[in-house]
C-alpha cells in the first residue's frame, strides 16, 4: 500500500518539491558556510520523494552542541518557511477524506523540516 501512496505522492507533487529542495540545496553548497545547510536540505529533498512508510527518527548526537547550533540557526533562516509551507499543505490536503494520508505525511515532515540536523527519515520497520 505504502508503494501505491508514494507513487501518486510522486506524480502530484513529490518530485516537484523534491527537486526544489535539492535544487536549492545544491546552491547552498556553493558557499564554505552553506554546505552543513545544503546537504540537510538535499536530505529534506530525498525525504519528499516518497515519504509513505516512513518515520523520523533522531541520531545518537541529535542534542550535541553543534546539531543545536546549527538548529537554531536553520530555524531562523529557512525553516519556518518549510514549516510553514508543510503546515499550509498539510492542513488543506486534510480538508478532503480522500487527501487525508497525504496531508498527514506533511504534517510527519514537519520535525524534519524544523530540526534537520541531527534528525533522519527512515523506514518504519527499520525505526523500531
Known sequence: MHLIFNIIWFIFGGFLSGAIYILGGLAMCFTIIGIPFGLQQIKLGIATFAPFGKKVVEGPGADGCVNIVLNVIWIILFGWEIVLAHLVF??????L????????????????????????????????
Not at 90 to 95: H, M, N, Q
Open 90 to 95: 498539510g492542513v488543506a490536503l486534510c480538508i
Open 97 to 128: 477524506i480522500v487527501t487525508i494520508p497525504f496531508g498527514l505525511q506533511h504534517i510527519k515532515l514537519i520535525p524534519l523540516s524544523l530540526l534537520p540536523f541531527g534528525r533522519k527519515l527512515v523506514r518504519a520497520d527499520e525505526a523500531a
